[in-house]
């Protein structure tokens, strides 16, 4: 097993050692073909913000309707040149939110918590290209004061806009599961 790790290690070294002629200096300035002339630096927008948050979630143990508030904080990054950022597009977004809340059981008056984390992304190599990835994902645990109505679940989905205008998609979705 250990064997099969290295081949592949010593084929791109290989490949890399004799990729480079005698003339080429260790020091000798790097260049890429790959560059976009005059595409100009990438910026990056920051902002954090917190929140109060009310939400309802079904118990999928006892099926209440628990109705919980309590604070999100977010965060979303954007990345792209300064111009594109001023006019409102972005070749990189990643967003984040945590969401910390409580909340009472109305018929059976069990105390609940929940620990609530959203996160999703898009990236393009360039505003007109035609391929692009899409990712959203969360997952909540909610802890109750009775136990046997813990219950948790999560979702993902991912979307590659292919360049021949196609799409693969792939998603996991565990709906509310309850814990011991």
Known sequence: MRRAVFIPIALVTS???TGCASEDAPTAPVTSNLAVEDAGHNAADHFRFV???EFEVESPCN???ITFSGTSVSQIT???TREALDAGFAVHIEFQSHTRATGTGPESGVEYTINDIYHDGFNSPS???P???FRLGGMFHVTSSVTGLNFDAHFGFHVIALPGGGFKVTRDVGNGVCKA
């Open 78 to 80: 954007l990345v792209d």
């Open 131 to 133: 391929q692009a990835t």
């Open 15 to 17: 490949a890399l050692v």
């Open 63 to 65: 099926g209440e309707l």
């Open 51 to 53: 929140e109060p948050a």
């Open 127 to 129: 505003p007109l290209a």
